[in-house]
């Protein structure tokens, strides 16, 4: 099997995420690889990487260029992916976790569910994410659990693309690809982690447009509701930014934005049997 990390100037955290890797071979009793996709990296990411006995393959900027860089150059018949910035406390190891059922026989692929989540993503999994993929591909929420943005995942090598987008908008088309070609796509309940929190402008809008295009080419919806339901999301985009943090409960706003931008999502589009408002 192979581990592919892609990581853009993680020198600080590179060396641990590759010795974890090479921990989750030892525990599964695999032979395997650990490659580092360095991408654009302007620091010591590749000598970190190196030192702690990873293949660094040198990749566009990108995160999306980092995994087809990394992908092509994975010699494995599973290939884990995990992120060069992530902080995982579970035991075990994410990469075990993840790949274990794969093993297993019981999956083809994986996502990983980490639980704890700050209330950005969850605003983008109730806001944004489940009222339009429910819509538009009902199948893929059962499969995918409450963190799909997740760039933590493994898969049979022939689940790969050999091309996805440059950008972060490469986790969802990945997502979309699985959901079209897995049988047995899972969500892998995770433990604690951490990451850096770092703002990515204007992502919710460019991954709705590769769920628009995909929904498109698989014929579930006309091309003429896409303007549609770009309007509904500049409308429930602007509800997320309503919430008040030392004023909100977060859960309770999670409740209510799902329900209302799941009615939006309806009436932008003048579906039958809309949800009634309140």
Not at 78 to 87: A, E, T
Not at 147 to 160: D, E, I, K, V, Y
Not at 245 to 262: K, N
Request: glycine letters at 6%; proline letters at 7%.
């Amino acid at each position: 099997m192979s581990v592919v990390i892609p990581a853009h100037n993680e020198e600080t955290t590179i060396e641990h995420v590759v010795s974890e890797a090479f921990r989750s071979l030892d525990i599964l009793d695999v032979q395997g690889e650990v490659l580092v996709s360095a991408s654009g990296c302007t620091d010591d990411t590749a000598v970190a990487a190196q030192h702690a006995g990873a293949t660094v393959v040198t990749a566009p900027i990108g995160k999306g260029a980092a995994i087809t860089d990394g992908v092509a150059h994975a010699r494995g018949d599973i290939i884990c992916l995990v992120d060069g910035d992530l902080k995982y406390f579970g035991d075990p190891p994410l990469v075990a976790l993840l790949v274990d059922p794969i093993l297993r026989g019981i999956s083809d692929a994986c996502v990983s569910d980490l639980y704890w989540r700050p209330l950005y993503p969850q605003m983008w999994l109730h806001g944004f994410f489940a009222p339009i993929a429910g819509l538009l591909f009902p199948e893929m929420l059962a499969r995918v659990g409450t963190t799909p943005w997740s760039g933590q995942r493994a898969a049979r090598r022939n689940l790969w693309p050999e091309s996805l987008p440059a950008d972060f908008t490469a986790d969802i088309a990945l997502l979309l690809h699985w959901n079209r070609h897995a049988k047995t796509l899972r969500s892998v309940l995770a433990d604690d982690w951490v990451n850096p929190q770092r703002p990515k402008h204007d992502l919710m809008s460019q991954e709705l447009d590769v769920l628009i295009a995909h929904a498109i080419s698989e014929n579930r919806i006309d091309a003429d509701a896409a303007p549609k339901i770009r309007n509904w999301y500049e409308s429930t985009h602007k509800e997320m930014a309503t919430y008040k943090p030392d004023v909100d409960d977060p859960h309770e706003f999670e409740r209510r934005i799902l329900s209302r931008s799941i009615i939006a999502l309806h009436q932008h589009l003048e579906l039958p049997g809309a949800l009634p408002r309140g």
